[in-house]
């Protein structure tokens, strides 16, 4: 058997293999590409080409793609085999350097906004070699970039990308005016920890909600659900063991560091993190990671649920996205240091988080809004819709005292004085207290909890980065004009903690106080849905942010808000779509036999004795027929504002009516079929129950 060590990274073409397999000219020049973001050289992409296919072909693969992430939320890939005839009938494996730049996808039917119509037909896919190229099935996989020919991004890696080296340019100035001038880059880095469901398959495959939609639509609760909280980090049964062994085997095998694992508070729940890495890389393997989850649950007899709420009544599944900065030497910016002058620079920098979240609070909903994520967020079981940050007690005070001047109450009383005072360490067990907060300090990182378990991370960590480097933006064009450097810096942190000190909430999330004092007494913007926050993606500021900075160009932000409204719309009608479906022909049927065979035993009572009362038979028949008939009430109302919103063509008005008016006639119908479920003897219940699905894996 081999060890881990030996097959770690073995279908990845990596750093070792480069060096194995690339003459020290090549090698080195793609290292330039790939640590500093340099054009490839001429020549470098056909010996890269060449190697990467001998590599790729001496571990079976027999094809290649170029793997993208388009808008559908998904990664996408087309397969072109290495095949070529050669003059005596023959064939060769053949992967020229051109492939491997360039891809020309038959991509109109993935989702523009409208963007490829005005420009061309047809978009293309641009090499990453900033995330390694690697092996799945018998394909090399290359990451890339998807875009129109007028050069605007169709995908989520582009603005990615865009956004990172916006951040590294600011980040770099202000490394600049700090003495920092061997630092050539700075990256943020991710570690995403993805929470998913585990069910059976065979149950799974009885259920058409689960399989058009990913989550229940109808589902009465079971006696037991999490009241007991007693699958939180308990014994993982042997089947998930066996699940999460070889999970692990192919994540390793794909250089991916999955880490840790654990039940999660919901029955059948689980949680994966993977050890964090750069954020563009981070993400390829997030999309990977989510995929090989769900491939491997089918080899166990199980399906991988990554809705963001699968059952109703039972905690939904996010995504922590736990977020740093850090220089290419390895200095993470978000921690504090040993020496004043490092605490400056720490203090700066988590000052640019805090200016950045709340000025585009808006975004960073923004960046999580799916009608999955609509149902967690503020429903007691993840952060509220309301954006705010946690930064803990010791810190808080750190920054307290530097707004009033007052003394800092530590180990001693002290008068902060920044590049004078080393700031006291931070003890990250008390950090880490607060799970209610959408946006936790962590000691030396930021955790976004706000992500949705099936999202991509790349919308939270491109509106991250970029808010982040605007901050860095406005205050490096200010202290890089300032006399006396200390004096400035000193004025630029108080400044910021003064005028955003509202975002800062140390308290309980999830309390309802805490929302009204944040809308009404803060002015802190809350957008419980979707609708209600995407259309804010055209505001201004925040337009005027993201094009000032190259992230995205104005049409790319306007086919993106078009596209996820549309996907709202979509994945709201779908489901809406299914429930009619099932109503109508599985659970309408499935009461009306029950209440037909209960009549016939009243019948067969009566025939015996025409006296017997069978009150328990007449009261169970009208109450069943009472379901059926507000059934066919509750869906001719469904059906009719389905009709009503189909006919909107606008998708801001199409998505807020499908919210108004589609989820409340959806809710209702839910209601009077999960009464009926409670009330018809288990055997004619057409589909497994909450019960029989969350209990089902052994
Ligand atoms: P938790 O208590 O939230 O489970 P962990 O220490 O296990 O905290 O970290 C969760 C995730 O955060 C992991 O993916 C881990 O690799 C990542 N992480 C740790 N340090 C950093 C950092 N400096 N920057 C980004 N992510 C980090
Ligand atoms: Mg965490």
């Known amino acids: 058997m081999k060890i881990v060590p030996e097959y770690f990274g073995c279908l990845v073409f990596d750093d070792r293999v480069m060096k194995a397999k690339l003459s020290a000219a090549v090698y080195q020049s793609l290292k330039r590409t790939i640590d500093r973001g340099a054009r490839p050289e001429p020549g470098v992409a056909d010996a890269v080409a ?10 079976g693969a027999t094809h290649y793609t170029h793997w993208f992430q388009p808008l559908t939320g998904i990664t996408a890939e087309k397969h072109d085999s290495f095949i070529s005839p050669s003059p005596d009938g023959g064939v060769i494996m053949e992967f020229s350097g051109k492939e491997l730049i360039k891809g020309e996808p038959d ?35 290359i990451p890339t970039a998807f875009c129109s020919y007028g050069g605007e991004a169709l995908d989520k890696k582009t603005p990615l990308l865009r956004s990172m080296e916006a951040l590294n340019k600011q980040a770099l100035r202000i490394l600049k005016l700090f003495g920092n001038e061997k630092v050539k880059a700075v990256r943020s880095s991710v570690g995403p920890e993805q929470e998913y469901f585990l069910i059976d398959k065979a149950l799974y495959d009885r259920r058409r909600d689960l399989i058009y939609c990913g989550r ?40 991916i560091l999955a880490k840790t694992e654990h039940n999660e508070v919901a029955p059948a729940q689980h949680e994966l993190a993977p050890i964090y890495t750069t954020t563009n890389v981070a993400t390829d393997h ?80 923004i960046a999580v809004a799916t009608a999955g994520n609509d149902h967690r967020l503020g429903a007691n079981e993840a952060p509220p819709a309301v954006v705010s940050i946690f930064l803990g007690e010791e810190l808080q005070a750190v920054l307290d005292a530097i707004e009033t001047d007052m003394p800092y109450e530590g180990a001693e009383k002290t ?24 946006f936790a300090f962590t000691g030396n990182k930021f955790e976004f909890r706000m992500l949705g378990s099936s999202n991509s991370i790349a919308c939270a960590n491109i509106m991250l980065n970029s808010a982040v480097a605007e901050s860095l933006r406005v205050y490096a064009d200010r202290l890089e004009q300032a006399e006396d450097f200390p004096a400035a810096l000193h004025k630029m942190i108080r400044k910021t903690i003064q005028d955003h000190k509202r975002i ?59 596209i996820m409204l549309e996907n709202y719309c979509k994945a709201v009608t779908i489901e809406a779509a299914t429930m009619a479906d099932m109503a109508k022909t599985e659970i309408a049927p499935a009461i009306e036999a029950y209440s037909l065979d209960i009549a016939k035993t009243a019948a067969a009572q009566k025939a015996l004795d025409p006296s017997a009362p069978c009150a328990y038979e007449r009261d169970l028949v009208e109450k069943l027929s009472g379901y059926v008939a507000e059934i066919s009430q509750r869906l001719q109302e469904l059906e009719q504002v389905l009709e009503e919103t189909q006919a909107i063509e606008d998708p801001v008005a199409c998505s807020a009516a499908i919210r108004d008016k589609v989820l409340g006639a959806m809710s209702r119908l839910r209601r009077v079929c999960d009464l009926a479920e409670a009330d018809t003897a288990k055997k004619y219940w057409p589909f497994p129950t909450y019960g029989d699905l969350l209990f089902s894996v052994r």
């Open 50 to 59: 060449n190697a990467m296919r001998d590599w790729a072909v001496a571990h």
């Open 107 to 141: 991509a109109s039917s993935f989702p523009s906004g409208g963007l490829r119509a005005t420009f061309e037909a047809r978009g293309y896919t641009a090499w990453d070699p900033t995330s390694y190229a690697f092996i799945k099935g018998k394909t090399l996989c």
């Open 216 to 255: 229940t639509l109808f589902g009465a609760k079971p006696p037991k659900g999490q009241q007991l909280d007693d699958h939180y980090f308990g014994v993982i049964k042997p089947q998930v063991a066996a699940y999460m062994e070889e999970l692990n085997e192919e994540l390793w095998k794909l250089g």
């Open 286 to 365: 997030n999309q990977l990671t989510m995929e090989i989850m769900q491939k491997v649950a089918a080899r166990h007899g199980l399906v991988c649920l990554l809705h963001e709420k699968p059952f109703d009544g039972v905690n939904g599944s996010g995504k922590h996205n736990n977020w740093s900065i850090s220089t290419d030497s390895g200095v993470n910016l978000l921690s504090p240091g040993e020496t004043p002058y490092e605490n400056a620079q720490f203090l700066l920098f988590l000052c640019a988080v805090i200016k950045a979240v709340d000025d585009y609070q808006d975004l960073l909903r």
């Open 415 to 438: 008068q902060l004085k920044l590049g004078v005072n080393v700031l006291p360490r931070f003890n990250r067990d008390t950090t880490d207290r607060n799970r209610t907060s959408p």
């Open 504 to 562: 800062l909430f140390n308290g309980n999330g999830y309390d309802n106080a805490w929302i009204k004092e944040a809308t009404e007494v803060r002015g802190l913007s809350n957008y419980p849905t979707t609708p209600d926050c995407m259309p804010h993606l055209l505001d201004e500021k925040n337009v005027k942010m993201l094009t000032g900075l190259g992230v995205y160009k104005e049409a790319e932000l306007r086919s993106r808000r078009d």
